[in-house]
Nanobody
C-alpha cells in the first residue's frame, strides 16, 4: 500500500529556514521522479519542486527558485525540501507525491511563516 508521511513543518519567522521530509513506502521510490506541492488557505494545490529518480535533475516553481532545494535519499526512501529565506507567502500545507501526483496524498506538513 502506498504511503507518504510528511514531517518537519512548524512556525518560523520571515527570513528563517526549515527542512521538511517525506518518508515514502509501497512503491519503487528509487526509480520514481518525485515532487513537492503545497496548498495555502483558500488556494489550489500548486507545484513547488521536482527531482528526477537518479541524476538528479531538479526543477522549481519561479516563486521558490533560489530559496528552496529539493533532495532525496534513495536508500532511506525519503524526499527532502530545504527551505531558506522563508516569506509569509510560503505559508501552506506541504505534500510530496510522484511527478504528476499519480498516487494517493499523505496528510502533509504545515509550514507557517510569521513574525
Amino acid at each position: 500500500q502506498v504511503h507518504f508521511v510528511e514531517s518537519g513543518g512548524g512556525l518560523v519567522r520571515p527570513g528563517g529556514s526549515l527542512r521538511i521530509s517525506c518518508a515514502a513506502s509501497g512503491f519503487q521510490f528509487r526509480f520514481t521522479a518525485m515532487s513537492w506541492y503545497r496548498q495555502a488557505p483558500t488556494k489550489e494545490r500548486e507545484f513547488v519542486a521536482d527531482i528526477s529518480s537518479s541524476d538528479p535533475t531538479t526543477q522549481y516553481a519561479d516563486s521558490v527558485k533560489g530559496r528552496f532545494i529539493i533532495s532525496r535519499d534513495n536508500v532511506r526512501n525519503t524526499l527532502y525540501l530545504h527551505m531558506n529565506n522563508l516569506i509569509p507567502d510560503d505559508t501552506a500545507v506541504y505534500y510530496c507525491n510522484t511527478r504528476g501526483a499519480t498516487l494517493p496524498w499523505g496528510q502533509g506538513t504545515q509550514v507557517t511563516v510569521s513574525s
